[in-house]
């Protein structure tokens, strides 16, 4: 089946349309200068557009407006509208770009980005997901000189998801990610090719890409741990562990005994993965630690052990 005819089924499957997205003019602005936004919006926009500069002020209006910053600063402005979805339902859909107005005029470094990179959340540029896995997200790390706004595109085999736009300021780097669009699509079996279009500033830059493969729904096993990195914490430590072992998805539930705590929610980078970032007691005492993990299917407990060391000398 091909990609034209899979991306109306997803949005209608997800109930989600892109947000639009706001353009500057000019995009390194000063004080008392006046600024130009222009919403791009598909489907277009029913009724008034409210605007927020992201200084306390806003106004109602059309897709188009000026606003005049009285001082410097960065600024997150918004605007927010109503479109008809596929249900002709009115829906709220909120567009924002990062606004820097200098304090003070002079000589501008070109904006140019200085280089790409795209990758999974582990890091690898391979990954292997079953039917139906959700959220699938990709990650760009880009380096970039001069001031200015980045209009991008992410792909799935060459057609688009939705176009972002970003206010980058002052040289720098930045790490961006395909979910403010929609969770990568995987409905479709086989291999697919997730790669971008840099509509703003134009480069001549080779793009890069990454793949993930698409496979049968896996039947429901019993979930263990059997890899754990680091292995080895001292009282006292926050670290984020990586755990690894089959069954390991969204849903399950992960525990590491007496004393040491899960302060934030758990990340699933893809399947087989979980993220746990820990706490572990100052008044811990030394010992060995098997993961229990607890899903619809069961509870097990290791292989893998965590090691727990005294406090760390100062």
Known sequence: MRWLWILPFIALSFGLQAAGTISVAPTLPFPNTPVTFILTATPAPIGAVTWDFGNGQGSP???????????????????????????????????????????????????????????????????????????????????FEGTGLLQMQWTVDGVPLGTMSEQLAFAGSRTLDSARI?????QELGEHVVSLRILAPQTSMPIPE???????????????????????????????????????????????????????????????????????????????REVMVRSRSGTTKGPARLQIQEPRQP
Do not use: C, M
């Open 182 to 186: 929609l969770s990568l699509p995987t």
């Open 61 to 143: 209006g059309g897709t188009v407006t000026t606003y005049t910053y009285p001082s410097s600063g960065l600024f997150t402005v918004r605007a927010t509208y109503q479109v008809f979805n596929i249900q002709q339902v009115p829906v709220t859909q909120t567009a924002q770009v990062q606004l820097r107005v200098a304090d003070r005029k002079g000589p501008a470094a070109p904006f140019s980005i200085s280089s790409l990179r795209l990758r999974w959340e582990s890091g690898a540029v391979n990954l292997s997901v079953p039917k139906g896995f959700s959220p699938l997200t990709a990650y760009l790390d880009l380096r």
């Open 210 to 288: 990454i793949r993930y493969i698409v496979g049968q729904e896996s039947t429901e096993i019993l979930p263990r741990v059997e890899t754990i990195s680091p292995s080895v914490l001292h009282a006292g430590d926050e670290a984020e562990l990586w755990l690894t072992g089959p069954g390991l998805k969204p849903g399950v539930k992960v525990s590491f005994g007496r004393d040491i705590a899960i302060v934030s929610a758990l990340r699933f980078p893809g399947p087989g993965t979980v993220v746990a970032k820990v706490f572990v007691a100052p008044n811990a005492r030394r010992s060995s």
